[in-house]
């Protein structure tokens, strides 16, 4: 088994989505099966092949560093779960 | 009047020229069509009836002073994952709950500065991800088709369910659909219709909610060729708001419709007759070879050997580039949030409630495959997979002009019955996924009916921004195929 019960407990932690302790081992599972199907690519020969970055042959486009956009907060602030006076309102950070 | 609905999107514009009938009268007669029958499949997420009937009004008064544009007073749907402004957008997620964009996205911009009337926005699989349309939040859309003899509910296919089914069940002219994998093309092989992925770059993705932004292009699914051309025109065209929008001019895609083929190159892929692939599959796909070959084609056998490979890299850089994407749903600045004691529980609450089961799944693939240790044995490895794939297609068209395939393996499937199984799900897209990962274009038509009486497609597969020379070969296989057969009358 290439993922265990940890190891999707630290995925989840680092995605930011809790998971309840009794979805960790199915979870497990379903994501072993993935990666077993995955694990194919290794019969793929890519030495010297460079990693494919970008399905257009372009670069990208430059602008000038200029403000374009900007000095609009009720937009901006429309769709959010809470505000104050023109601010988002977040759970405390900072003890 | 019902018979309205059931005109091509060209006849319906060349009825308004004609003054045969107004944008009002088309634009009731497709809310009427809605209201009878969308509750049965969920296609429509939302509605905007008010909003339709202003936009027609207004359509009307430009064609009364001789000003009308190219798609002027024609009734469309929009995939849930083009922000409308003003106008609910959710991508078939919970966790973007009531957001209203302050924007437009560019591909529907375009689409109402030529003069196109939304009837509303269409259900989705959640974020784009899945192929059944079974993973929305609100519900999957049932198929206006079903199989001889049977009452099962059907999959449109997904992720642009909404959009395939409403097309097929004449609840809008044309829609807008998106494709990472496969999402216009097997839903529109799925029900009788026709999808085009363009090149990637041809379409803005600004606007677009993103699922996994180097595989990401908009296309619409349409009930003809001719009609997919009409559409693609209007919704293509460089943006300056998408760095990877592709600074050309967009020609005007209907020039292409009935031009003589006879010469072109085309390609058969041995790697795509893959094993348990239905006889009556092989069949339509020799059948579509004749049809070619009769108009004057040369047909060939190229090879295409890391087409095995492509649906194990599309489920690393898919998810890696979602997982990326997705983090921005954390609650804070818009959509849904969750309750906690901190903020790293809020983050952690807002999503395990917000994201559905599919779309957790390949969050967690996604971070995994991205984290210390394994981004080189996976990512890494995936891309230079992903070189190799499109480095097949480089080398098969050095001696073809296009690729013949078929757009699935399977006619459309009963609901549920593949929803335990992942990668069982995730094969619908080997046909298709190949040209996302290359950038390339694959368009999909409907080719003929299974003794199931269900619709299959073929796709053409085409160089990076020749839609051209694909819509020609489509709309000579459109004649070929001669495909009338429409899903039984609801409502």
Redesign the interface.
């Known amino acids: 088994m290439a993922?265990d019960v940890d190891?999707?407990r630290k995925?989840?932690r680092?995605?930011?989505?809790?998971?309840p302790e009794d979805r960790l081992a199915p979870?497990a599972q379903?994501?072993n099966?993935?990666?077993q199907?995955?694990?194919?690519?290794?019969?793929?020969d890519?030495d010297g092949?460079?990693?494919?970055?970008?399905?257009?042959a372009?670069t990208?486009?430059m602008?000038d560093d200029v403000v374009t956009d900007g000095g609009?907060p009720a937009?901006?602030l429309?769709?959010?779960?809470?505000t104050d006076q023109g601010f988002?309102v977040?759970?405390?950070?900072v003890e | 009047m019902s018979e309205l609905t059931r005109l091509t999107l060209k006849a319906a514009l060349d009825g308004l020229a004609n003054k045969d009938f107004s944008s009002v009268e088309l634009t009731e007669a497709f809310l009427r069509r809605i209201e009878a029958v969308n509750p049965q499949l969920n296609a429509y997420v939302l509605t905007t009836p008010d909003r339709a009937l202003e936009a027609a009004k207004a359509s009307d008064a430009r064609r009364a002073a001789g000003t009308a544009g190219p798609l002027d007073g024609a009734p469309v749907g929009v995939k849930d994952l083009f922000c409308t402004e003003g106008v609910r957008t959710t991508a078939g997620s919970r966790i973007l709950g009531e957001?209203?964009p302050?924007?437009e996205s560019t591909v529907t911009s375009h689409l109402w500065r030529d003069g196109a009337v939304m009837l509303g926005k269409l259900n989705m699989d959640e974020f784009a991800m899945g192929s059944s349309n079974e993973t929305s939040a609100f519900g999957p859309v049932v198929s206006p088709w079903r199989a001889k003899d049977s009452n099962r509910s059907l999959t449109p296919g997904g992720s642009s369910g909404g959009s395939a089914s409403a097309v097929a069940a004449d609840l809008c002219l044309a829609a807008t659909a998106s494709d990472t994998g496969g999402s216009i093309r097997q839903p529109a092989s799925f029900t009788g219709t026709v999808g085009i992925k363009p090149t990637?770059?041809l379409c803005s993705r600004f606007g677009m909610v993103a699922f996994a932004s180097?595989?990401d292009q908009a296309g619409p699914i349409t009930r003809s060729v001719e009609d997919a051309a009409l559409m693609l025109s209007s919704m293509a065209g460089h943006d300056?708001r998408d760095?990877?929008s592709?600074?050309l001019p967009v020609p005007d895609f209907s020039q292409f419709l009935g031009k003589s083929v006879k010469g072109l190159r085309i390609g058969v892929p041995e790697e795509y007759r893959i094993d348990g692939m239905p006889d009556e599959i092989v069949r339509l796909w020799d059948a579509g070879v004749a049809w070619l070959r009769a108009a004057g084609c040369e047909i060939k056998s190229v090879r295409l050997p890391?087409t095995?490979?492509a649906l194990?890299?599309y489920?690393?850089v898919a998810p890696a580039e979602a997982?990326s994407n997705l983090?921005r749903y954390?609650?804070?600045?818009?959509?849904?949030?969750g309750e906690?004691a901190?903020?790293?529980?809020?983050?952690?609450?807002t999503?395990?409630e917000g994201?559905g089961e599919e779309v957790?799944?390949r969050?967690?693939?996604g971070?995994?495959v991205l984290?210390a240790g394994y981004y080189d044995a996976?990512y890494?490895?995936?891309?230079?997979?992903?070189?190799?794939i499109?480095e097949d297609f480089a080398n098969a068209f050095q001696e073809v002009d296009a690729i013949l395939t078929p757009t699935t393996p399977s006619a459309a499937f009963p609901l549920g019955e593949k929803q335990d199984d992942?990668?069982a799900m995730y094969l619908n897209d080997v046909f298709t996924v190949t040209t996302n990962?290359?950038?390339l274009p694959g368009l999909s038509l409907p080719a003929g009916l299974d003794s199931q009486g269900l619709p299959l497609g073929l796709q053409l597969i085409g160089r990076a921004l020749d839609e051209g020379t694909l819509f020609s070969l489509a709309s000579t296989m459109e004649q070929a195929a001669g495909f009338t057969a429409r899903p039984e009358p609801w409502g």
């Open positions: 993922i190891t999707v995925v989840a680092l995605a930011r989505i809790a998971e979870l379903e994501l099966g993935i990666l199907w995955i694990e194919q690519l290794a019969e793929v890519t092949v460079a990693p494919m970055t970008s399905a257009v372009q990208l486009p602008r609009n937009p901006v429309g769709n959010a779960p809470r988002f977040v759970p405390k950070v | 957001f209203v302050p924007y990637y770059g180097s595989l300056p760095s990877t592709l600074a890391h095995r490979y194990p890299a489920y690393i997982s983090a954390d609650g804070m600045r818009f959509g849904y949030r906690g901190n903020l790293t529980e809020v983050y952690e609450t999503r395990a994201f957790k799944r969050i967690l693939i971070t995994y984290s996976y890494l490895k995936a891309l230079k997979v992903r070189a190799r499109a992942p990668v990962l290359a950038g």
